[in-house]
């Protein structure tokens, strides 16, 4: 079974306007962290944001926030008040506490910005 | 500049060889992982190493070879037995903290190429 499914496979959004990922994850383990990365067309994966498992708050950072509903298994992204910039792919990941060293990625969502 | 290398950007390498590609980091990380992403199909695991002299097989480790002689380095050899080698790698490394809120750095990663 996949770890980590994101079924948006393109999105578009009117810049000003907020968007949100979906990404649902798969795992038995208690204890576990979840990821979202951004991937311009360059190809370097810059981190966004972390959600903790044991995270009472959704995570902020900026315009990003993560809307952490744990009993739908669900972790996903807003963006608020989308900037062209934002244009990219958008990857999903987490980390087990049991399977420490391994990062498992969705397949990506990607993200166009339209002006 | 603390970092990730990769090197060359960009591979073409002819059918039946093998071609090397290079990884180093400056970041004191214990933890070094190798990922192959497909149009479509996101990142995927080929090998990942936790310590020197100490590396396991990811889901794709099939027509792979790594090394991990020093801490900064972690090449991955791209053999002729890998049937469908043209992808784009990424190379990550993350530190054993022991905390699953420590996130994976990324290098620039490398197009490579079959011809």
């Known amino acids: 079974a996949q770890k980590i499914t994101q079924t948006q496979p393109g999105m578009f959004v009117q810049e000003k306007e907020a968007v949100t990922l979906d990404c649902t994850y798969d795992?038995?383990?208690?204890?576990?962290?979840l990821f979202w990365y951004k991937q311009p067309s360059s190809g370097e994966m810059i981190f966004l944001i972390y959600?903790?498992?044991?995270?009472?708050q959704n995570a902020t950072e900026g315009r990003y926030s993560l809307n952490f509903q744990k009993a739908r298994k669900s972790a996903n992204l807003v963006i608020s008040a989308s900037q062209l910039g934002d244009s990219a792919m958008y990857f999903c990941?987490?980390?087990?506490?049991?399977?420490?060293?391994?990062?498992?990625f969705g397949s990506g969502t990607k993200l166009n910005v339209k002006p | 500049d603390g970092g990730i290398t990769q090197s060359p950007k960009y591979l073409f390498r002819k059918e039946g060889q093998n071609v090397t590609l290079s990884c180093e980091q400056n970041?004191?990380?214990?933890?070094m992982y190798w990922y192959r992403q497909d149009p479509g199909q996101g990142l995927r695991l080929i090998y990942y190493s936790q310590i020197v002299n100490d590396f396991q097989k990811g889901d794709i480790a099939e027509g792979y070879s790594v090394s991990r002689e020093k801490k900064e380095s972690f090449p991955l050899t791209v053999t002729s037995a890998q049937k469908n080698p043209t992808a784009f790698y990424l190379c990550?490394?993350?530190?054993?903290?022991?905390?699953?809120?420590?996130?994976?750095?990324f290098g620039q990663g490398t197009r490579l190429t079959v011809v």
């Open positions: 795992t038995s383990d208690p204890s576990y962290g």
């Open positions: 970041l004191n990380h214990d933890a």
């Open positions: 959600q903790g498992s044991y995270d009472q």
């Open positions: 990941a987490m980390r087990e506490a049991e399977n420490f060293n391994k990062f498992y």
């Open positions: 990550a490394s993350s530190p054993n903290t022991g905390t699953l809120n420590t996130e994976a750095f």
